[in-house]
């Protein structure tokens, strides 16, 4: 007998519905449940691996303070008093909560109400403003609201869809998926990917426009030039639902059509091609993601896109409208409560007084913060600078992910109260807590999450909570009532606290706020329990519905009409003669932003497992930068990173990427954002991730290595490393700046071996090469392969040598020569994380005859379950066919 539970994968902003099943052994495995409406059961290979990062290695579980294991009493008293004590000296603003949009709505409910309407401060912001502030604040702008008009559905029944500044196909994989299955079944169907870079994303795009970077504005104000002077114009809905438009179309006119070249850096027939499909194509939807709002212009770039859908009257019709993609699976649940600092809750404003009066009488609060809190480049800054003296940090690692992430991480050693909640206990940030509070994860909370069609499904836990990890929301109550609001934070579940929350959204609203979900306001734990997923609004008195808002209009401006935002096409200039080349970053498939749960499964690791720097080919010749070498990169932070080259036609000229997951703990210096400066956009306070001015040069290592171990190794002091699971142990990429000396010594005390490890040695003076591997009885503890050029050692094949027996000779010096043997042929790097199938195996495949994605599908499974990789494996064959006809 085994029980299964129906929840929701906590990560993408797609919020696919999970269905896990537990065994009578205690052994969980996953599949995608096919009634949830946002994947009707497929996965990408994230949430398909989910069982895999489950494990308690490395929790925290218990309280601690200062590093010392203590009690829950001893620990939430220790933050009450101190954050009492702090407001009391100082001031509430003296304290400040930065939150995340991976909480569940009813963690973020709690946290907020505690901040805003007890301690009396708005100082509670979110990783959500490093993700999607400028998408709120360009929606509030236009609408009165921050209100996303469509659903997934309507990229299905779309004639034309947008992908600007958005990588779907391994950020948002199964909503890809859905998107690509609908343009296989109705081929007439549209893409155009906006991107500076060539992403897999692009693979199924008619048109790619490899824009300059942040030459959004630019090119949407041409758009809504061109289609003001076409038939594509709604006047009816303009004159009818709008206001503003004439000033907007002055400033979308002000830009030549080779002003309009220069900025966007697309060649007038490409943008002539852009223009006339959006302008023939009633049924568009124009998504965007973090290439759109991770800017200095991210704001104005919304309102730039809603514009052109305003004017159209392409809005909140099946197939029609901008379509924001939410990142986090709770970004959006985030935002009903009002977990940013410069909102309120359900949708309310904070500068608005009978809004801050409707909020109080329902809390029944002490108080009400009147003006908004600091955002979090500005709380930081203030954690700084002394102004917040207490500062309590809830499921995210913003040593890692925030811009000047050094200076960041100096703030948070200075300042003189440091509480975080997490669920692992050694994240780069969780090392610097005077308080870690242990919490529960996925799989054990309970709560809900809002995706990005405004869907809200069910976090069901399965499993027990392990040690004394508890739920943030408790955590949050428990300090509370510490601080005297007993009444207030008497919550005893998570559907006490939702209950609370949907008769909030409905209190005093008669449809003045978009936000409504008072059809569960007397929700009660059957309900909860039984919760099906569903789009909001959903009134008092109202079913579960497909909602889409605006295509009659009716905004939540007090005049009901929406506003066109008028946008200055200005392009920033950010690189110099110093730092001349731009400095992209974002996502890779297979891992989730700080790794902390990714980072478990050794075959989400095996796609990529080092940090590297994307660049064109042309680039690095200039540099002097071969493939494989490492790169050192420098911008006016003045930090520095060290990653591996990876050389690529897909990257633009002048441009860099790099990914955003290596951390302290899994590199030496991967940390990009320490290369970040915290430079924002005016309206959001968003920070530009995407455009960074750097300088960029060939690492001299002296030596590189590679070593495949049991132990995970500990005191790496060199300038590179990079560490990865494997299966049975890690894998380690490495390089040194002197040669490397003495390399028994140093491999038995950081792979820790046991003394009676048996070494067998190669070492070739004349090539540089040396390899050491270390057995005991017949296992591989240790395999160093060290060389003075990048190690040519296959990784896959290494990598599969843990689980190997070596009873014999032949077999460890099979190791030792760093080559598999004939019966084992090497894999190659990692395609198919799902079947683990490797790029010789596609290879051989298509040598064998295989023509098309399906072929390989069917000789190898690769591709055939969760299909993030099938844009890879069409390259594979496409180059391949290329080599053959040369
Ligand atoms: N695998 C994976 N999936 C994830 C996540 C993850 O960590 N891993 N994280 C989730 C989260 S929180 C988020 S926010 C989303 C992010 O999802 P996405 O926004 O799709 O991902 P990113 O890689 O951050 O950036 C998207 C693209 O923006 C492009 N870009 C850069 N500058 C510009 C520009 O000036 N204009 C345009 N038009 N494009 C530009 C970049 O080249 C990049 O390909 O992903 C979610 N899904
Ligand atoms: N350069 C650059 N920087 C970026 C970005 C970029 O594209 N480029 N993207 C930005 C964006 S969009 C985002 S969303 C951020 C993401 O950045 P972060 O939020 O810093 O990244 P995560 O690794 O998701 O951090 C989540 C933390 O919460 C912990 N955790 C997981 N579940 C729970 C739980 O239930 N309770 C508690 N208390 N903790 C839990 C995890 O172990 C982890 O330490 O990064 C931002 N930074
Ligand atoms: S697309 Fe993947 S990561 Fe996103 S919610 Fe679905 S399974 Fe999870
Ligand atoms: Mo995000």
Same mark, same amino acid.
């Given at each position: 007998?085994?029980?299964?539970?129906?929840?929701?994968?906590?990560?993408?902003?797609?919020?696919?519905?999970?269905?896990?099943?537990?065994?009578?052994?205690?052994?969980?495995?996953?599949?995608?449940?096919?009634?949830?409406?946002?994947?009707?059961?497929?996965?990408?290979?994230?949430?398909?691996?989910?069982?895999?990062?489950?494990?308690?290695?490395?929790?925290?579980?218990?309280?601690?303070?200062?590093?010392?294991?203590?009690?829950?009493?001893?620990?939430?008293?220790?933050?009450?008093?101190?954050?009492?004590?702090?407001?009391?000296?100082?001031?509430?603003?003296?304290?400040?909560?930065?939150?995340?949009?991976?909480?569940?709505?009813?963690?973020?409910?709690?946290?907020?109400?505690?901040?805003?309407?007890?301690?009396?401060?708005?100082?509670?912001?979110?990783?959500?403003?490093?993700?999607?502030?400028?998408?709120?604040?360009?929606?509030?702008?236009?609408?009165?609201?921050?209100?996303?008009?469509?659903?997934?559905?309507?990229?299905?029944?779309?004639?034309?869809?947008?992908?600007?500044?958005?990588?779907?196909?391994?950020?948002?994989?199964?909503?890809?998926? &859905?998107?690509?299955?609908?343009?296989?079944?109705?081929?007439?169907?549209?893409?155009?990917?906006?991107?500076?870079?060539?992403?897999?994303?692009?693979?199924?795009?008619?048109?790619?426009?490899?824009?300059?970077?942040?030459?959004?504005?630019?090119?949407?104000?041409?758009?809504?030039?061109?289609?003001?002077?076409?038939?594509?114009?709604?006047?009816?809905?303009?004159?009818?639902?709008?206001?503003?438009?004439?000033?907007?179309?002055?400033?979308?006119?002000?830009?030549?059509?080779?002003?309009?070249?220069?900025?966007?850096?697309?060649?007038?027939?490409?943008?002539?091609?852009?223009?006339? %499909?959006?302008?023939?194509?009633?049924?568009?939807?124009?998504?965007?993601?973090?290439?759109?709002?991770?800017?200095?212009?991210?704001?104005?770039?919304?309102?730039?896109?809603?514009?052109?859908?305003?004017?159209?009257?392409?809005?909140?019709?099946?197939?029609?409208?901008?379509?924001?993609?939410?990142?986090?699976?709770?970004?959006?649940?985030?935002?009903?409560?009002?977990?940013?600092?410069?909102?309120?809750?359900?949708?309310?404003?904070?500068?608005?007084?009978?809004?801050?009066?409707?909020?109080?009488? +329902?809390?029944?609060?002490?108080?009400?913060?009147?003006?908004?809190?600091?955002?979090?480049?500005?709380?930081?800054?203030?954690?700084?600078?002394?102004?917040?003296?207490?500062?309590?940090?809830?499921?995210?690692?913003?040593?890692?992910?925030?811009?000047?992430?050094?200076?960041?991480?100096?703030?948070?050693?200075?300042?003189?109260?440091?509480?975080?909640?997490?669920?692992?206990?050694?994240?780069?940030?969780?090392?610097?807590?005077?308080?870690?509070?242990?919490?529960?994860?996925?799989?054990?909370?309970?709560?809900?999450?809002?995706?990005?069609?405004?869907?809200?499904? &069910?976090?069901?836990?399965?499993?027990?909570?392990?040690?004394?990890?508890?739920?943030?929301?408790?955590?949050?109550?428990?300090?509370?009532?510490?601080?005297?609001?007993?009444?207030?934070?008497?919550?005893?579940?998570?559907?006490?606290?939702?209950?609370?929350?949907?008769?909030?959204?409905?209190?005093?609203?008669?449809?003045?706020?978009? +936000?409504?979900?008072?059809?569960?306001?007397?929700?009660?734990?059957?309900?909860?329990?039984?919760?099906?997923?569903?789009?909001?609004?959903?009134?008092?008195?109202?079913?579960?519905?497909?909602?889409?808002? +605006?295509?009659?209009?009716?905004? +939540? $401006?007090?005049?009901?009409?929406?506003?066109?935002?008028?946008?200055?096409?200005?392009?920033?200039?950010?690189?110099?003669?110093?730092?001349?080349?731009?400095?992209?970053?974002?996502?890779?498939?297979?891992?989730?932003?700080?790794?902390?749960?990714?980072?478990?499964?050794?075959?989400?690791?095996?796609?990529?497992?080092?940090?590297?720097?994307?660049?064109?080919?042309?680039?690095?010749?200039?540099?002097?930068?071969?493939?494989?070498?490492?790169?050192?990169?420098?911008?006016?932070?003045?930090?520095?990173?060290?990653?591996?080259?990876?050389?690529?036609?897909?990257?633009?000229?002048?441009?860099?990427?790099?990914?955003?997951?290596?951390?302290?703990?899994?590199?030496?210096?991967?940390?990009?954002?320490?290369?970040?400066?915290?430079?924002?956009?005016?309206?959001?306070?968003?920070?530009?991730?995407? $455009?960074?001015?750097?300088?960029?040069?060939?690492?001299?290592?002296?030596?590189?290595?590679?070593?495949?171990?049991?132990?995970?190794?500990?005191?790496?002091?060199?300038?590179?490393?990079?560490?990865?699971?494997?299966?049975?142990?890690?894998?380690?990429?490495?390089?040194?700046?002197?040669?490397?000396?003495?390399?028994?010594?140093?491999?038995?005390?950081?792979?820790?071996?046991?003394?009676?490890?048996?070494?067998?040695?190669?070492?070739?003076?004349?090539?540089?090469?040396?390899?050491?591997?270390?057995?005991?009885?017949?296992?591989?503890?240790?395999? %160093?392969?060290?060389?003075?050029?990048?190690?040519?050692?296959?990784?896959?094949?290494?990598?599969?040598?843990?689980?190997?027996?070596?009873?014999?000779?032949?077999?460890?010096?099979?190791?030792?020569?760093?080559?598999?043997?004939?019966?084992?042929?090497?894999?190659?790097?990692?395609?198919?994380?799902?079947?683990?199938?490797?790029?010789?195996?596609?290879?051989?495949?298509?040598?064998?005859?295989?023509? !098309?994605?399906?072929?390989?599908?069917?000789?190898?499974?690769?591709? !055939?379950?969760?299909?993030?990789? &099938?844009?890879?494996?069409?390259?594979?064959?496409?180059?391949?066919?290329?080599?053959?006809?040369?």
């Amino acid at each position: 007998m085994s029980t299964e539970t129906r929840t929701t994968c906590p990560y993408c902003g797609v919020g696919c519905g999970v269905i896990a099943t537990v065994s009578d052994e205690g052994a969980v495995s996953v599949k995608g449940d096919p009634d949830h409406p946002a994947n009707f059961g497929r996965l990408c290979s994230k949430g398909s691996a989910l069982a895999e990062t489950l494990d308690l290695e490395g929790r925290a579980l218990y309280p601690e303070i200062t590093g010392e294991r203590t009690t829950w009493d001893k620990a939430l008293d220790m933050v009450a008093r101190t954050f009492a004590q702090t407001i009391a000296t100082h001031g509430p603003d003296a304290v400040a909560f930065y939150v995340s949009g991976q909480l569940l709505t009813e963690d973020y409910y709690v946290a907020n109400k505690l901040m805003k309407g007890f301690i009396g401060s708005a100082n509670i912001d979110t990783n959500s403003r490093l993700c999607m502030a400028s998408s709120v604040a360009g929606h509030r702008r236009a609408f009165g609201a921050d209100t996303v008009p469509g659903t997934y559905e309507d990229l299905e029944l779309a004639d034309l869809v947008v992908l600007v500044g958005s990588n779907m196909g391994w950020c948002h994989p199964v909503l890809y998926q &859905r998107l690509a299955a609908a343009k296989a079944a109705r081929p007439g169907m549209k893409v155009v990917v906006i991107d500076p870079r060539r992403t897999a994303t692009s693979d199924i795009a008619d048109l790619h426009l490899s824009i300059r970077p942040d030459g959004d504005v630019a090119l949407f104000n041409g758009l809504l030039a061109h289609l003001a002077k076409s038939t594509a114009i709604d006047e009816n809905y303009l004159a009818t639902h709008t206001t503003g438009f004439a000033d907007t179309f002055a400033a979308a006119s002000a830009l030549s059509f080779a002003g309009l070249i220069e900025s966007t850096g697309l060649s007038a027939n490409e943008l002539r091609q852009f223009f006339g %499909l959006f302008e023939r194509t009633e049924k568009a939807v124009t998504c965007y993601s973090q290439g759109v709002n991770q800017s200095s212009i991210g704001t104005n770039k919304v309102n730039a896109i809603i514009n052109c859908h305003l004017a159209t009257g392409r809005i909140g019709r099946p197939g029609m409208g901008p379509f924001s993609l939410t990142g986090q699976p709770n970004a959006m649940g985030g935002r009903e409560v009002g977990g940013l600092a410069n909102m309120l809750a359900a949708h309310m404003t904070i500068e608005n007084p009978e809004h801050r009066d409707c909020v109080q009488r +329902f809390w029944n609060a002490p108080t009400i913060a009147s003006r908004p809190g600091l955002k979090a480049v500005d709380m930081f800054e203030a954690v700084a600078d002394g102004r917040i003296k207490a500062l309590w940090i809830m499921s995210t690692n913003p040593v890692v992910s925030m811009p000047d992430a050094d200076r960041v991480k100096a703030a948070i050693e200075a300042c003189p109260f440091v509480v975080v909640s997490d669920i692992v206990k050694e994240t780069d940030t969780a090392r610097l807590a005077h308080v870690l509070l242990p919490a529960t994860g996925w799989g054990e909370k309970s709560g809900t999450v809002t995706n990005s069609e405004r869907r809200i499904s &069910r976090q069901r836990p399965f499993l027990p909570s392990p040690g004394e990890a508890r739920p943030d929301w408790w955590q949050i109550a428990e300090v509370a009532r510490r601080m005297g609001f007993e009444e207030a934070f008497s919550f005893r579940s998570a559907a006490e606290i939702f209950a609370e929350h949907a008769a909030l959204s409905a209190f005093e609203n008669d449809g003045a706020r978009d +936000f409504d979900i008072g059809a569960h306001a007397a929700i009660d734990e059957t309900g909860f329990d039984a919760l099906a997923p569903f789009q909001w609004p959903q009134p008092a008195g109202t079913g579960p519905r497909t909602t889409r808002f +605006f295509a009659e209009g009716r905004f +939540f $401006h007090p005049d009901g009409k929406a506003r066109f935002v008028p946008v200055a096409p200005d392009v920033p200039q950010r690189t110099s003669s110093d730092f001349p080349l731009v400095l992209n970053t974002g996502r890779v498939r297979d891992h989730w932003h700080t790794m902390t749960r990714t980072g478990k499964s050794a075959r989400l690791s095996a796609h990529i497992a080092e940090p590297y720097a994307e660049m064109h080919p042309a680039d690095a010749r200039g540099l002097s930068i071969g493939d494989a070498d490492l790169v050192e990169l420098a911008s006016e932070t003045g930090s520095r990173v060290i990653v591996r080259t990876l050389l690529s036609e897909r990257q633009s000229r002048g441009s860099i990427f790099v990914p955003m997951h290596w951390t302290g703990e899994t590199s030496a210096e991967g940390r990009i954002d320490a290369l970040v400066p915290p430079v924002t956009d005016p309206v959001s306070g968003q920070p530009a991730s995407k $455009h960074v001015a750097v300088q960029a040069r060939r690492f001299a290592a002296a030596a590189y290595g590679f070593a495949i171990s049991a132990n995970r190794p500990e005191g790496l002091d060199l300038p590179y490393f990079a560490l990865a699971r494997a299966p049975g142990g890690w894998r380690t990429e490495l390089a040194w700046q002197q040669p490397a000396e003495e390399l028994d010594g140093w491999c038995r005390a950081r792979f820790r071996l046991p003394a009676k490890a048996e070494l067998i040695g190669y070492g070739d003076r004349a090539t540089g090469i040396t390899r050491l591997a270390y057995f005991l009885e017949e296992r591989l503890l240790l395999a %160093l392969f060290v060389a003075t050029t990048p190690v040519a050692v296959s990784r896959q094949w290494a990598v599969g040598q843990l689980q190997q027996c070596h009873s014999d000779a032949r077999t460890r010096f099979a190791v030792i020569a760093g080559r598999p043997a004939a019966d084992r042929p090497d894999p190659g790097a990692i395609v198919c994380s799902c079947f683990s199938v490797g790029v010789n195996q596609i290879v051989g495949a298509v040598k064998g005859g295989c023509r !098309t994605v399906e072929a390989v599908g069917k000789t190898l499974s690769a591709g !055939t379950n969760c299909g993030s990789c &099938r844009a890879e494996i069409r390259g594979i064959i496409d180059a391949c066919h290329a080599a053959a006809a040369e």
